[in-house]
C-alpha cells in the first residue's frame, strides 16, 4: 500500500478474511450495475447522471406549481430572486446529502438509525413518513385536477386513478435504476417544454423577469408570507434520504481520486437538473404573471388571479391564451404528479429500510404510502370539491415545512462530523455557510408555522375556552418541537462511519490486522435494483 493519500485507497472493505482496498461499493458483479471506469477522465460525468433528476422532481411537483402561480399572480415577477436563492441554497444541501452516501456508503435514513438511541430514531421514522405522505397529498391531488383539465373526469374520481399509478411502479421496478432516471428525466423534460411552449403564449417581458429575478422586492401586503412559502416549499426533507440514498446505485472506484470524483460529479449533475427545475418555477411564474397582469382580463378572470390555485389555472389560461395552453398546463401537472409519485415513494422505502431495517414486499409499500395519500384526498374532494382539495395542498406544504429539520439537522451534523466523513468532512467555512443556510430555511419555516398559528386564533370565531385551549395546546407544541431541534442540534455525534478513511496510522493498523473481519460490508444492490434490500448471509451494515 502507497504511503501517499494520492496513491492510497481511501476505504477498506472487508469480506470474510479478505480486505479489498480498491473494490467498488457494490461488490455483486451480476447486478445490473451503473459501473463508473476507473480513469480520470470527463466522460465519467455520464455515469453518474440520473440521481439529480430523480430529486429535482421535488422542486416542480404540484405543491411548488401552485405557490409559483399564486406568486405570479399576486406579485406579477417581484419574487422571483426568491426562486433564485432557494434554488442556489437547494443545491449546497442536496450536494451534501450526496456526499454523505458516496463518502460513507450509508444513505441518511441508516446513519440516523446507527447514531440515535431507539426512542428518538423511532420518531424521527414517524416524521419521516408523515412528511413523504404529505409530500404524496399534492401529488395526488394534482394528478386529479389534470384528468379533469384533460378528459373531464371528476376531482374525486381522479384522485382514486392515481391509484393506478402503483402498478407503473411496479412494472418500472423490474427494469432497475438506468431505466426509472432515463423515464424520470422524460418526464422533467416534457414539463420544460410544456412551459417552454406556455412561455411562447404568454409573452413576458424580459427585461421584467431579469429585474424580479436580480433585485430583491417584497412589495405589497402578503408578499413576505407568500416568499416565507416559497423558500419553505423548495427543500424537501423526503428528498435529503432520497438523494444519499441514490448515490449508491454507481459502481464508483473506491480511491481518494474516485470519491473526489464522485463528489464533484454529483454535483454538478445535481446543478443542472436543480437549473431545469429552476427555469421550470420561473418559468410557471412568469406565465402567472404575464397572464394576471393583463390589460384585458374580463372580470371573471380576474376574480380568478386573486385567489389562483391549480384547478382554476387551467381554465384562466385556456379564456386568456387559448385552449391549447390549458392542454399543455395540464399535461405538465399531469407529469409532475406522477413523477414525484414514483421518487416518493422509492423515498419511502429507504426511509423504512434505514431507521426500521424493515423490508416489505416493494408492491404492499407502494400500496401502503398511495393509499395513506388517496384516504385524505378523496374525503376532501369528495366534501369540499376542488377548492377543498386545493387547500389541501397548503396544509401538506405547512407539514413539509414542519418536518424539515428532523431531515435537514441530521444532514448537517453528519457531514460536519469528522467522526462520520473523516478527511471529507466539510471545511469551516462551508460547515459555517450550510449552517447558515439551513438555520435561516429552518427559521423561516418556523416563523411560518407560528404566525400562521397567530393568525388562526386571532381570526377564529370560537368560544373563548376553546381559544384558550388552544393556545396552550399550541404553544405547548412549539415548545417541544424547539427542544426536539435542539436535540439533535446539540447532541454530539458519536458513531463512526462505516468506510474507513485511510489516512491515520490508527486506521491503517485496523487494515493490517487479520482480526479485523467486518470493517464494512456494503454491497448495495438494493439500491440499484430500486428494491427494499435482501441482506445476503454475508453483509453486514450496521
Known amino acids: 500500500m502507497a504511503d501517499s493519500n494520492s496513491g492510497q485507497p481511501q476505504f477498506i472493505a472487508s469480506i470474510g478474511n479478505q480486505s479489498f482496498a480498491n473494490a467498488p461499493l457494490i461488490q455483486n458483479a451480476d447486478t445490473d450495475q451503473i459501473v463508473v471506469p476507473d480513469r480520470k477522465s470527463w466522460k465519467n460525468l455520464f ?37 433564485l436563492m432557494s434554488s442556489c441554497a437547494a443545491l449546497v444541501i442536496q450536494s451534501l446529502a450526496a456526499k454523505l452516501g458516496v463518502v460513507t456508503g450509508k444513505h441518511l435514513a441508516e446513519h440516523c438509525r446507527a447514531e440515535y438511541p431507539r426512542g428518538p430514531n423511532f420518531i424521527l421514522w414517524v416524521l419521516a413518513e408523515i412528511a413523504i405522505v404529505a409530500c404524496d397529498i399534492p401529488e395526488v391531488i394534482g394528478t386529479a385536477f389534470a384528468l379533469n383539465m384533460l378528459f373531464n373526469i371528476p376531482v374525486w374520481i381522479g384522485v382514486l386513478l392515481t391509484g393506478l399509478s402503483t402498478l407503473i411502479l411496479l412494472a418500472l421496478q423490474q427494469y432497475g435504476v438506468r431505466k426509472l432516471e432515463f423515464f424520470i428525466t422524460l418526464l422533467v423534460l416534457t414539463i420544460a417544454g410544456c412551459f417552454s411552449a406556455e412561455l411562447g403564449y404568454a409573452k413576458p417581458v424580459a427585461s421584467e423577469v431579469l429585474d424580479g429575478l436580480f433585485v430583491p422586492q417584497l412589495k405589497g401586503n402578503g408578499a413576505t408570507g407568500l416568499a416565507i412559502s416559497l423558500l419553505g416549499a423548495m427543500v424537501m426533507p423526503h428528498n435529503l434520504f432520497l438523494h444519499s440514498a441514490l448515490v449508491l446505485s454507481r459502481r464508483i472506484p473506491r480511491s481518494v481520486r474516485g470519491i473526489k470524483e464522485a463528489c464533484r460529479f454529483y454535483m454538478i449533475e445535481s446543478g443542472f437538473a436543480l437549473m431545469v427545475a429552476f427555469l421550470i418555477n420561473v418559468s410557471v411564474i412568469s406565465v402567472s404573471g404575464a397572464v394576471c397582469n393583463s390589460s384585458n382580463l374580463n372580470p371573471e378572470d380576474q376574480a380568478s388571479c386573486e385567489d389562483l390555485d391549480l384547478n382554476k389555472a387551467s381554465f384562466l389560461l385556456s379564456n386568456v391564451l387559448g385552449n391549447w395552453s390549458s392542454k399543455l398546463f395540464a399535461i405538465a401537472l399531469l407529469a409532475s404528479g406522477q413523477s414525484s409519485t414514483i421518487t416518493g415513494t422509492y423515498a419511502g422505502q429507504y426511509v423504512m429500510q434505514g431507521f426500521l431495517d424493515l423490508r416489505l414486499t416493494p408492491w404492499i409499500r407502494n400500496l401502503l404510502t398511495r393509499c395513506l395519500a388517496i384516504v385524505p384526498s378523496l374525503i376532501v374532494a369528495v366534501i369540499g370539491g376542488s377548492a377543498g382539495a386545493g387547500k389541501l395542498i397548503i396544509i401538506a406544504s405547512m407539514i413539509l415545512s414542519f418536518e424539515l429539520p428532523f431531515a435537514l439537522i441530521p444532514l448537517l451534523k453528519f457531514t460536519s462530523s469528522e467522526t462520520k466523513m473523516g478527511t471529507y468532512v466539510n471545511p469551516i467555512a462551508v460547515s459555517v455557510v450550510t449552517w447558515i443556510i439551513g438555520s435561516l430555511i429552518m427559521g423561516i419555516n418556523i416563523y411560518y408555522l407560528v404566525t400562521s398559528f397567530i393568525h388562526l ?23 417541544i418541537y424547539l427542544a426536539a431541534i435542539a436535540y439533535l442540534v446539540f447532541r454530539p455525534t458519536k458513531e463512526s462511519t462505516q468506510l474507513l478513511a485511510l489516512t491515520t496510522p490508527e486506521s491503517r493498523q485496523m487494515v493490517n490486522d487479520s482480526s479485523s473481519t467486518s470493517v464494512c460490508r456494503v454491497p448495495r444492490e438494493d439500491i440499484v435494483s430500486m428494491q427494499l434490500p435482501q441482506r445476503s448471509p454475508t453483509e453486514d451494515i450496521d
Open 47 to 83: 455515469a453518474y447522471i440520473g440521481p439529480g433528476f430523480l430529486v429535482s422532481i421535488a422542486y416542480i411537483d404540484p405543491g411548488n406549481f401552485e405557490t409559483d402561480l399564486q406568486a405570479g399572480a399576486q406579485y406579477k415577477y417581484g419574487l422571483l430572486w426568491i426562486i
Open 457 to 479: 386564533l386571532l381570526h377564529s370565531h370560537w368560544k373563548l375556552v376553546a381559544v384558550v385551549f388552544l393556545e396552550i395546546f399550541g404553544f405547548s407544541g412549539v415548545a
